[in-house]
Nanobody, 126 residues
């Protein structure tokens, strides 16, 4: 599967952005999907994830209550709605797909994901 993330940009602190990730190929509905972010010099960190059916969602503590992950399997799309953005949310955001995740902790592990998009830059100004 190929992934294309979009929707990044420059926003003031307190503002909102909605990231989108378009997937190519069939059988999108079998993949668990995750959103990760990375700033220069730091490791890629998990932000949010969603099960293949969309029935389960997972969030890093740093974004709980502010970010919402969702998916539309019939459109091969996954989204990350980001509200109340903070300067520390500034990063390149990546979407990723995993063929199989068998336990919750693995949703937050980059090594569990098989396919990655190219990233979209989110910059939050003070």
């Amino acid at each position: 599967v190929q992934l294309q993330a979009s929707g990044g940009g420059l926003v003031q602190a307190g503002g909102s952005l909605r990231l989108s990730c378009a997937a190519s190929g069939r059988a999108f509905g079998i993949y668990a999907m995750g959103w990760f972010r990375q700033v220069p010099g730091k490791e890629r960190e998990a932000v949010a994830a969603i099960s293949s059916s969309g029935g389960d969602t997972f969030y890093a503590d740093s974004v709980k209550g502010r970010f919402t992950v969702s998916r539309e399997n019939n459109k091969n799309m996954v989204f990350l709605q980001m509200n109340s953005l903070k300067v520390e949310d500034t990063a390149v955001y990546y979407c990723a797909a995993a063929e199989y995740i068998h336990a919750e902790p693995y949703y937050f592990m980059a090594v569990a994901y098989d396919y990655w998009g190219q990233g979209t830059l989110v910059t939050v100004s003070s």
